[in-house]
């Protein structure tokens, strides 16, 4: 008999598989159903492969009962960005000039899910190359965002966090450059983690900026997105700037409590601009993370001013190289007509690209033009090692920072779409943990009197993933804002 | 070219494919040719999402080269993107090296005409090849992208090249010497060496630079000498007239023995470097260059000046060096008989090297006649076993039938006789039946020495000892 999945958690979902409770196949048409129904209004899957993710879901339940292990995840089925190249399966990262694309090989931490016995159910709307904080660069339409459909629910990885607030699978991988994964966790009101850099691999996840580029999960819940993490972390040869080191035990850190913790309370990130709700709702849950156990200290993080203009500076020139392969000659979008290969070129990528890719390749391009690169590569760099200093030092000091995610709860679709410079000005609680390549973690603090989700972000040290679902999942088990589910649009 | 008004001042850059089992970033096969695009994956050819792991049998191969150049090799080491657009390139950029090379500094030594030059290192570095441009005569064009990965080093030389013969000697080396290191196989037809050369000219006397040129295209060592020589004289017309060296780069057209230029520096790429963020720094410490250095085989120059020790002539030597193989056949003779060095470099270069198509196959388990089988032979006719002419019918028969020396002389009776009565009796019959020539000997003319010899030999079916003969017959005559 499958359960009611609107608002169930995966780690419930994928225990009741393994008791035999209910089966995987169940879960997959009571998801299928809800996405047939619901998905139409909110817009985050790009694919859904029904027949693959029943297929997948059979053979689970055949080894269920003839008593075979499934893994942690065995049965639960899950939602990947549409950044993660999967196998046989169209992966566009958003992008007309992916359009087409049928990978050939498998992303590692797509992998990784499967072999622990989750069920891809497709792949999901995404910022073009993951370049947005809104899902309006997606070339294939908007995410609208569950908690009130005229709003953004954040981006690059819009989809996936729309997903799971809408409870149209378990739980979702998203990618996270700038706040990609934190920031639509935090409008959606659903929790995100962006891992320490190289914690998760990035083999088979389309690159943007690929020193800033972290893969992590989305869940409804702190516990399954340590879940999720806990399959997907740990090294992987296949990408060199993997960490060699097994994933942590991040579900039972969740658990374990914050008594005893030091939180860093970064002062930089509590200045103006800041809507007066969002900072209300931030204080009040840093209050009552005191009244629980926790130690607040005041910590400061000097060059924060700086990172929106080293991330921007950093992104923009990665992205640039990055972007270089799409030229139609081997995948993807190739112009119907060129009569030179300068022609093929330009108006491949002219037709294929759209104008937040193309206003990265051209930034991009101009910072790495030769005899500008100390002026502004090599600059950025420099900059964001002092910011990454910034970190280790209030790290001496504390054992996790707590700020908000986003500076405002979700803004309407199209609000801000005239203004790149305002989009990018978004990110500014987001950005440096990424330059730092520490972990950080946005999970539901409260609720705008409208009723649009606010999100608390968590960083904690490189590798301090653990200390991060400390809080995270100490702070959840006092509150009940992750029990909150939007309406299902009608 | 002294007492030419202008000098040319030459630098290479010189592209070596390494011979490594799979590409410098992925798991595909890095070997030549194969089925177009079978030697593929999604790493080489660019695929969204894939990321490069950098084969560390590629960069030992480069370390080794450094080392065996005297190159410093740095002890961290980085990779760059260089961008620019090309079907054959997959990614859009080139993974290749830029502000800091693995190596620095070294030289290139070897000899040009006797004497021996030595040509300054700017640095080594790494880099990935890029695929392949076919086209079809239709007007149709594919990209075989069997190549794209394959690792490359790139040697780059001080400007220190003064003429198209000892750029082409220069380039001739570098092969030898990456062929004795076992890291490439130097096969300019099959490009796994390929050159670029930086040509000016100037002033003789003059130590400033002129404007240059890069010639492309030209991969082959006819091309290399025919490239520069043909850009010598063209900037020197230009001079000449007046007029001025652009700096551009120039594509060889070996058909027609003209260059003609590609593009301007002012059309020239940005190449938009940037630190590889997808790879970490490369640590080379010090057990790796330890452990490289150990097995650093000797060097052609080491082995040029040891073979002039052993009192070959400096034509022998070079011939010896010029391929490992042949260095490595003639000490493992010279073991077996160490007091004929050069009689072993004699028949080795007269008639092994003669006899192989490829001198680098000379050390196959199935080379008919081995180095210790040619050194037994070299003993036999030392010894006076064998004339030098029944040895080299002796060696004939070694290299068609895989027969020791020893055994075709003991089977077939071929050795010479040295048994002085039978010699003697030969000699006896010879004098007494030539009196006049015998009488005209005896009076001075011994000229006549050579008519004794030749009709004892005659006599003896070719296989009196000749050294005995000589002695006997000076004796009768005496």
Redesign the interface.
Known sequence: MAPEVRGASLVALAEGVAAKKWKSRDLVEAYLDRIARLDKKIGSFLLVDGEGARRAADAIDKKIVAGEAVGQLGGVPIGLKD???TRGLE?T?GSKI?KG?I???E?TASARLAAAGAIRLGKLNMDEFAMGSSNENSAFGPVHNPWDLERVPGGSSGGSAAAVAASLCAGTLGTDTGGSIRQPASLCGVVGVKPTYGRVS??????F???LDHPGPFGRTVEDAAALLEVIAGHD?????SIPQPAGRYRQASKAGLTGLRLGVPKEYFQSGMDPEVEAAVRKALDELGRAGATLVPVSLPHTQYAIATYYLICM??A??N?????G???GHRTAEAGS?EEL?AKTRGEGFGAEPKRRIVLG?YV???GY?EAY?GKALRVRRLIANDFAAAFAQCDVLVTPTSPTPAFKLGERAADPLQMYLADIYTVAPPLAGVPALSQCCGFTKSGLPIGLQTIGPTLGEETVFRLAGAYEARTQWHQRLPEDPS | MSGDKYEAVIGLEVHVQLATHTKIFSISSAAFGGEPNAHTD?VC??????????NREAVDAAVRLGLAVGSHVRPRCRFA?K?Y?Y?DL????QISQYDEPLCEGGAVTFRLDGEVRQIRLTRIHMEDDAGKNIHDASGVSF?DYNRAGVPLCEIVSEPDLRSADEAAEYLRAIRTLVRYLGISDGNMEEGSLRCDANVSIRPRGESKLGTKAELKNINSFKNVRDAIEHEIARQKVLLGRGERVVQETRLWDPDRGISASMRSKEEAH?????PE????PVVVDEAWLLRAGAALPELPEARHARFLGLGLSAQDAQVLVAERPIGDYFDQALAAAPAHPKKIANWLINEVLGRVDDARKLMDQDVPVPPAALAELVELVEKGTLSGKLGKEVFGRMWQQRRRAGDIVAAESVSLVSDTSVIEAACQRVVERSPDEAARFRGGNVKLMGFFVGNVMKETGGKANPKIVDEILRKLLG
């Open positions: 950044i993660y190249v992966t990262a992916l694309f990978p050939p090989y992303s990035r083999y088979g996840v389309i690159a900026a690929s020193s040869p296949m990408d060199s700037t020139a990665e640039s190289s972007l270089a392969r799409y030229d000659v081997r995948y290969l070129y391009t790495l033009r030769a690169y590569y | 999604p050819l660019g695929l969204p999402g894939a990321l490069p792991v950098l993107r961008h657009f079907p997959p990614k859009g950029f990209v940005d190449y938009r470097y940037f963020p997808d790879l970490p």
